[in-house]
C-alpha cells in the first residue's frame, strides 16, 4: 500500500513540474501542458518579447525605458514590391537604436541591419523578394518616447523610391523639394532675398532653381559655417549643372562665394551647390533691375563701382573690397560697410604683453558682430574671442596679443555701417560692482569666479547636477550659452537635443574654462537634432566640465531655437 501512494505522489509531482511554464508565462499567457500560450501582443517560450503586429500606412507610439526591447513585425507577400520602415525619437531627450532581422528576432549580436546611430530619425528600406516575417526590434539605449510607421509599396516601380517617396502605379511620387525618377535630387525654389539654411555632405548635391525675369540682375552668396568645409558654386540654365557641364561656376576655397550674373533672361535657372568637403551653409539669392553703379554689399564702403566691379580705395582688396590690407594702428578709426551675410577684415600685430582692445561702433541701423583670431581670419564658428550683442558700440579685449597677428572680422548679421578702432589700454578688465571676477597680480585679464564667464566676467552661466535635464533652454543665431558640471565619475555624458530643429546647435565642451569658437577639446556639431559627448577617463578623479551651446550657422532666422540639455556621470 505504501509503495502504491509514493508512486501515486511522484505521478503527481511530474506532472505538476510538467504542467508548469517558465516565469509563469510572465502575466502574459496561459500554461498549458507546460507550454505558454501568449496573449496578443506577446511571444516568445515565456511570453517575455513585446511584439505587435505593424500595417502598412499605420503609425503607431509608444515608449522605451533605458535598456528595454520592443518588436514590431511585418510579414511580406508576393505582390509587394519595397517597404520601408521609419522610427521617429518623440522626446526632447533620449536615444533609440533599430535592428531588423528577417524571420527572427533581431539583437545587439544578430540582425540584418541596424542602425545605433544618435539621429532621431531612423529608417530601413527592403526590396522584397518572398515571403517573409520582419522583426523589427527598438532598443532604448536611453529613455524616450518614439513613433513607427511602415509603408509598402506593390510590384510596379522598377526602381526604389527610397527615404522621399513612395510608389504609386508604376513610378515614385516624390516629397517636396525632391524630384527625379527615384526621389533622390534635393531641388529646392529659392525666392529672392530670402536666406535658406541647409547641409551637404562630402560629393553631394543640392540644386535650387528660380525664373530669370528678362533685363535683371542676380547675385548669388554662399556662406560657409567653418572654414574646413569647401562648398562650390555652379550656375546652368535650363538644366541641373555638374561639375564637367555648367554655364558659371565659382570654386573658391573661401568660406563666403560670390556669383554675379547680369542681363538675366527668362529661362529656368539651376544653381548647384557641390560639397566638396560638405558641411553646414547658408545661401542668399537677390534678383533685382540692372544698375551698372550697384555693386555687391557697396564695395563695403571701401571703393567704387563700375559696371558692377568694385575699384578699392588704397590699402583695401578683395572682390568686394572687404579686406583691409596694411596693419591697423592705435587710435585710428576705420570705416565700413557690411550687409547681411558679408563679412569685412582687418588685422593688427604689435609685440606686445600689454592688453589691446578693439572697439566697434554702428553708424547706422542694423547689427554688426564683431569677431577675433589670431594667425587667421575667423568665420562664425572659429574664433578665440568675440562680442555678437545688439548694442551700438561693443568691444572685445584681446589678453596679451604677444608676437602674433590677430585678424579682425566684423560680419553683418543685419546690414549696417561701422567704424572700427584699436587701443591699447594697461588697467584691469573688471568692473567695480558688477563684474564676478578679478585681476591677479599686474595682469589686466579678469578671472572669472566659478559661475561667470566673458571679458568682465559678467557673463552668468548654469550649473548642471547629474542627472538633471534643463528644459526650454532657447539662444539667438550667432550668440552663446554656457553650462558648467562637475563629476568624478569615470565616464561623464553630456547630451543636448534641439526641440523643434536639426543641426542648428553645436555642443562645445572644454576641461580648461568656457569655450569659444575655437578653444574646446570635446564637441558634437552633427546635422542630427541629437548632440553629445563622451568623454572617458582610466580612474575616479574630481573634474569640471564647462560646456557651450551656439548655433551652428549663421542664419537670417532670429528666432530663438529651443532646446533641451543635461549631463551626468557613471562609472565603468
Request: glycine residues 8%.
Amino acid at each position: 500500500m505504501k509503495q502504491v501512494a509514493s508512486c501515486l505522489l511522484i505521478s503527481l509531482l511530474i506532472t505538476y513540474v510538467l504542467a508548469t511554464c517558465v516565469n509563469d508565462c510572465n502575466s502574459h499567457g496561459s500554461c498549458v501542458g507546460g507550454i505558454c500560450q501568449c496573449q496578443t501582443g506577446y511571444a516568445g517560450s515565456d511570453c517575455s518579447i513585446w511584439d505587435h503586429v505593424i500595417y502598412s500606412g499605420i503609425e503607431q507610439t509608444g515608449h522605451l525605458n533605458t535598456f528595454q526591447w520592443r518588436y514590431y513585425h511585418f510579414t511580406t507577400t508576393s505582390d509587394l514590391s519595397t517597404f520601408t520602415v521609419y522610427v521617429n525619437q518623440t522626446s526632447a531627450i533620449g536615444d533609440i537604436d533599430l535592428y531588423v532581422g528577417e524571420n527572427f528576432y533581431p539583437d545587439v549580436t544578430h540582425s540584418n541591419f541596424s542602425d545605433t546611430s544618435t539621429d532621431d530619425r531612423l529608417s530601413y528600406t527592403h526590396q522584397v523578394d518572398g515571403v517573409s516575417t520582419w522583426y523589427f526590434g527598438l532598443y532604448g539605449y536611453w529613455t524616450s518616447d518614439y513613433s513607427i510607421v511602415l509603408f509598402s509599396s506593390l510590384r510596379g516601380c522598377t526602381i526604389d523610391c527610397g527615404a522621399n517617396g513612395h510608389c504609386e502605379g508604376s513610378s515614385c511620387v516624390c516629397d517636396e523639394p525632391y524630384v527625379g525618377a527615384d526621389c533622390s535630387i534635393y531641388d529646392n525654389e529659392i525666392v529672392s532675398g530670402v536666406v535658406q539654411s541647409n547641409y551637404v555632405q562630402t560629393q553631394q548635391w543640392k540644386y535650387y532653381h528660380f525664373q530669370g525675369i528678362p533685363g535683371q540682375t542676380v547675385d548669388i552668396v554662399v556662406s560657409q559655417a567653418n572654414s574646413s568645409y569647401d562648398i562650390d558654386l555652379y550656375l546652368k540654365k535650363v538644366d541641373r549643372p555638374t561639375t564637367w557641364r555648367f554655364d558659371v561656376y565659382n570654386g573658391t576655397v573661401s568660406p563666403v562665394t560670390y556669383m554675379h550674373i547680369s542681363n538675366v533672361t527668362s529661362d529656368l535657372y539651376e544653381i548647384g551647390i557641390y560639397g566638396y568637403r560638405g558641411g553646414s551653409y547658408d545661401i542668399l539669392f537677390t534678383q533685382y533691375l540692372d544698375d551698372p553703379s550697384i555693386c555687391i554689399n557697396d564695395c563695403s564702403d571701401h571703393g567704387t563701382c563700375t559696371s558692377h566691379t568694385c575699384s578699392c580705395d588704397s590699402d583695401f582688396s578683395g572682390p568686394i573690397c572687404e579686406t583691409y590690407t596694411e596693419n591697423m594702428e592705435f587710435d585710428v578709426v576705420y570705416n565700413g560697410k557690411v550687409e547681411s551675410s558679408f563679412w569685412n577684415y582687418f588685422h593688427i600685430h604689435y609685440f606686445s604683453e600689454s592688453s589691446i582692445r578693439l572697439d566697434l561702433h554702428q553708424t547706422s541701423d542694423g547689427d554688426c558682430d564683431i569677431y577675433i583670431r589670431s594667425t587667421t581670419p575667423p568665420t562664425s564658428t572659429i574664433y578665440q574671442m568675440a562680442n555678437l550683442s545688439e548694442s551700438q558700440d561693443t568691444s572685445v579685449l584681446i589678453h596679451e596679443p604677444g608676437d602674433l597677428t590677430w585678424y579682425i572680422g566684423v560680419f553683418g548679421w543685419l546690414s549696417c555701417s561701422y567704424t572700427l578702432s584699436a587701443v591699447q589700454i594697461a588697467e584691469c578688465q573688471c568692473e567695480e560692482g558688477i563684474s564676478h571676477g578679478s585681476c591677479v597680480g599686474s595682469s589686466v585679464e579678469c578671472v572669472c569666479e566659478i559661475g561667470y564667464t566673458g571679458p568682465t566676467c559678467t557673463i552668468e552661466t548654469t550649473q548642471i547636477t547629474s542627472g538633471q535635464v534643463i528644459s526650454l533652454q532657447s539662444i539667438t543665431p550667432n550668440n552663446w550659452a554656457f553650462y558648467y558640471f562637475s563629476s568624478s565619475s569615470t565616464a561623464v555624458i553630456i547630451t543636448l537635443v534641439e526641440t523643434s530643429s536639426s543641426g542648428k546647435l553645436m555642443l562645445i565642451a572644454s576641461l580648461e574654462g568656457y569655450p569659444s569658437g575655437e578653444n574646446y577639446e570635446y564637441y558634437d556639431i552633427g546635422p542630427s537634432n541629437f548632440h553629445e559627448i563622451h568623454i572617458v577617463w582610466g580612474n575616479p578623479y574630481h573634474r569640471d566640465y564647462y560646456c557651450g551651446v551656439t548655433t551652428s550657422t549663421v542664419t537670417m532666422n532670429s528666432d530663438p531655437i529651443v532646446y533641451s540639455i543635461t549631463a551626468y556621470g557613471t562609472a565603468l
